[in-house]
């Protein structure tokens, strides 16, 4: 990796961010591969800033899409984006290792932001399936501070995505 950003490739990424919305990971491969062959470190993480929020957007409509009608694009969409998000991760680590904990939690915080603003704007004045939604995430923190991971993880999907959909099964 070089010191110098590439100005053309932060643009794209400035472009593609206020887009809003999701991105088509074939389109964004095709876009890096017709790029520069070597990635600055402030590229590479701007890339991985961008892909973690790409991979919670494909996510989100994923698990919040219905059991009986799955979107399979969505679930497409996010393979590939794991293995781009896993990559540029580990070309960080590289460089700079003691970072992992900083970089594992913002990955973790740009992949729930989706799915949690999904869920808040789905639970909009339905003040039982807020407080119902709340008190699964209260109590699943609980249980995963005990431990209890697999019970955790039930109860926070249940909170978290409505009844019916690809998330909660």
Same mark, same amino acid.
């Given at each position: 990796?070089?010191?110098?950003?590439d100005? /053309?490739?932060m643009?794209?990424?400035?472009?593609?961010?206020?887009?809003? +919305?999701?991105?088509?990971?074939? /389109?964004?491969?095709?876009?890096i591969?017709d790029?520069?062959?070597e990635?600055?470190l402030?590229?590479?993480?701007?890339?991985?800033?961008?892909a973690?929020?790409?991979?919670?957007?494909?996510?989100?409509e994923?698990?919040f899409?219905?059991v009986?009608?799955?979107?399979?694009?969505a679930?497409?969409?996010? $393979?590939?984006?794991?293995?781009?998000?896993?990559?540029?991760?580990?070309?960080?680590?590289?460089?700079?290792?003691?970072?992992?904990a /900083?970089?594992?939690? +913002? $990955?973790?915080?740009r992949?729930l932001?989706?799915s949690?603003?999904?869920?808040v704007e789905?639970?909009? +004045?339905?003040r039982?399936?807020?407080?119902?939604?709340?008190?699964l995430?209260?109590?699943?923190?609980?249980?995963?501070?005990?431990?209890?991971?697999?019970?955790a993880?039930s109860?926070?999907?249940?909170?978290?995505?409505?009844?019916?959909?690809?998330?909660?099964?």
């Open positions: 990796m070089e010191n110098e950003p100005h /053309d490739l643009t794209q990424l400035e472009v593609l961010a206020n887009k809003g +919305g999701g991105v088509r990971f074939p /389109d964004f491969a095709r876009m591969v790029g520069q062959a990635m600055t402030s590229e590479c993480y701007e890339t991985f800033n961008f973690c929020d790409q991979l919670g957007f494909w996510e989100a994923w698990c899409s219905p009986n009608s799955p979107n399979h694009t679930e497409l969409e996010v $393979k590939g984006w794991e293995i781009l998000c896993q990559n540029l991760f580990n070309s960080l680590l590289e460089h700079i290792p003691d970072q992992r /900083d970089l594992e939690k +913002g $990955k973790q915080q992949l932001l989706p949690l603003t999904r869920r789905y639970n909009e +004045g339905k039982f399936t807020q407080l119902t939604a709340f008190v995430s209260e109590v699943s923190f609980m249980f995963n501070r005990l431990g209890f991971r697999r019970i993880r109860l926070y999907q249940r909170g978290l995505y409505p009844k019916g959909t690809i998330g909660r099964s």
